[in-house]
C-alpha cells in the first residue's frame, strides 16, 4: 500500500501559481512512477502531469506544457507540481497518483490515489 495525502491547493488570481504538493508513505516512494490528474465538476478526471520512478523523464498534457513542473524528491517522499501563469479554466480538483508503469496517461493505470487539493483560479 501505498499512502498519498495532497496539499498546496487554494484561491489564486488568473495569471498566478501555485504549487501542489503530494507527500507518501507506505511502501517504497522511489519504486513508483507518479501522476497527477484533475478533475473539474461534471467533467472526467483528466492527465496532467507524471514523472517516471527516478524522476529522469516528464510528461505533459498540451494543456498545461510550458506552465506546469512535475518534479520529485525521493528522499523526502514528495512530489510535486508547479504551476504558473494559472487560468481559471484550471479549477478542478488536483489528484496525485502513483503507478508502476512510467509515464502513464489514463487514470486506470494508477493504483493509488491521494484524496485531491481544491485549486481554484479566478478571473
Known amino acids: 500500500q501505498v499512502q498519498l495525502v495532497e496539499s498546496g491547493g487554494g484561491l489564486v488570481q488568473a495569471g498566478g501559481s501555485l504549487r501542489l504538493s503530494c507527500g507518501a508513505s507506505?511502501?517504497?516512494?522511489?519504486?513508483?512512477?507518479m501522476g497527477w490528474f484533475r478533475q473539474a465538476p461534471g467533467n472526467e478526471r483528466e492527465f496532467v502531469a507524471a514523472?517516471?520512478?527516478?524522476?529522469?523523464?516528464?510528461y505533459y498534457s498540451d494543456p498545461v506544457k510550458g506552465r506546469f513542473t512535475v518534479s520529485r524528491d525521493n528522499a523526502k517522499n514528495t512530489v510535486y507540481l508547479q504551476m504558473n501563469s494559472l487560468q481559471p479554466e484550471a479549477t478542478a480538483v488536483y489528484y496525485c497518483?502513483?503507478?508502476?508503469?512510467?509515464?502513464?496517461?489514463?487514470?486506470?493505470?494508477?493504483?493509488?490515489w491521494g484524496q485531491g487539493t481544491q485549486v481554484t483560479v479566478a478571473s
Open positions: 497518483a502513483a503507478s508502476q508503469i512510467g509515464g502513464a496517461r489514463v487514470p486506470v493505470a494508477y493504483a493509488y
Open positions: 507506505g511502501r517504497t516512494f522511489s519504486a513508483y512512477a
Open positions: 514523472i517516471t520512478a527516478t524522476g529522469h523523464l516528464t
